[in-house]
């Protein structure tokens, strides 16, 4: 198999991917709570919408950091399956005319995620490469 990027840089592309992803649906969710970026008005707090929006932009800001990725990268895959099946599988069966490529692409991406690594550019691997510092110390002080 030829590969375009050298072996190297898979993990640092698949950091990227969750950098860009989750930029992208963070304008989604300060889109619900704040209206920006756009012309909307921002939604009820207290809707199914304004849930959306705080999930969208919260945990979009840990899928940016590379936060807890895991558990978080779930839960927005789930989200992202109910905004399908509530909001656009009723319209019809086929994604491309109902509207729903963006909400299934989503959510397979942060399917992914759920079970792949962030990427060396994450709080969660600078969180692992502390984990045995801290091991080693805590050994040493006992």
């Known amino acids: 198999m030829t ?5 190297p840089w898979a993990p640092r592309l698949l950091s990227v991917l969750r950098i860009g992803a989750a930029l992208l649906f ?10 920006v970026p756009g012309t909307r008005p921002p ?15 919260f945990g979009g ?5 590379g936060l807890f990725t895991g ?3 779930f839960l927005l895959a789930g989200e992202m399956a109910v905004a399908y099946l509530m909001a656009h599988a009723p319209r019809g069966a086929w994604p491309l005319l109902n509207g729903g490529e963006l909400p299934l692409l989503y959510a ?8 792949a690594a962030p990427g060396p ?12 510092e801290r091991r080693s110390t805590q050994r040493l002080a006992a």
């Open 108 to 115: 397979l991406t942060w399917l992914f995620f759920a079970a």
């Open 71 to 73: 558990p978080i990268a």
């Open 26 to 35: 963070i304008a989604h969710g300060t889109q619900k709570l704040f209206g």
């Open 121 to 132: 550019w994450s709080l969660d691997a600078l969180r692992r490469e502390r984990a045995p």
């Open 61 to 65: 800001l840990l899928m940016l950091l």
């Open 3 to 7: 590969r375009l990027f050298p072996a």
């Open 43 to 57: 939604v009820e707090l207290m809707s199914q919408m304004g849930v959306a929006g705080v999930l969208e932009t």
